[in-house]
């Protein structure tokens, strides 16, 4: 498994993360952190893809194959062409700005769910 950063699941409880980092390791997890994919290429004849990773610092990893890739890319809020802006409900990239209470900027407007600007992970979308 590979991170970007220096550490796994940076955002969430130190305590559950290191739980699960344990657990994932027992299970014959590698992570590698600082680490990024470099380049993808099919293994001729099969179905299989050859992997080569790139280290922060550079250092390129020896191509390796795969069965399965899975690439976690992130979420991003949808929130353009919603008419927001007509709403008065002030939006950036990043999500629509609420309060504590997921009051928009337009008082009679609330948000819920990945498109509020803050920390998108599935458990904070059911709010």
């Known amino acids: 498994m590979l991170e970007r950063g220096t550490q796994f699941l940076p955002r969430d409880d130190p305590d559950g993360v290191a739980l699960l980092a344990d657990q994932m390791a027992k299970d014959g997890v590698k992570m590698l952190f600082e680490t990024a994919p470099k380049e993808f290429a099919p293994v001729e004849g099969s179905d299989k893809v050859m992997v080569t990773f790139k280290k922060n610092n550079g250092e390129i990893i020896e191509p390796q194959e795969y069965d399965v890739v899975l690439l976690a890319t992130g979420r991003l809020p949808n929130v353009e062409n919603l008419g927001l802006d007509e709403a008065g409900v002030?939006?950036?990239?990043?999500g629509v700005k609420t309060d504590n209470y997921l009051r928009t900027s337009n008082?009679?407007?609330y948000s819920c769910g990945d498109c509020v600007e803050g920390m998108n992970f599935t458990h904070n979308s059911d709010i």
């Open 90 to 94: 002030k939006y950036d990239k990043k």
């Open 107 to 109: 008082s009679n407007i």
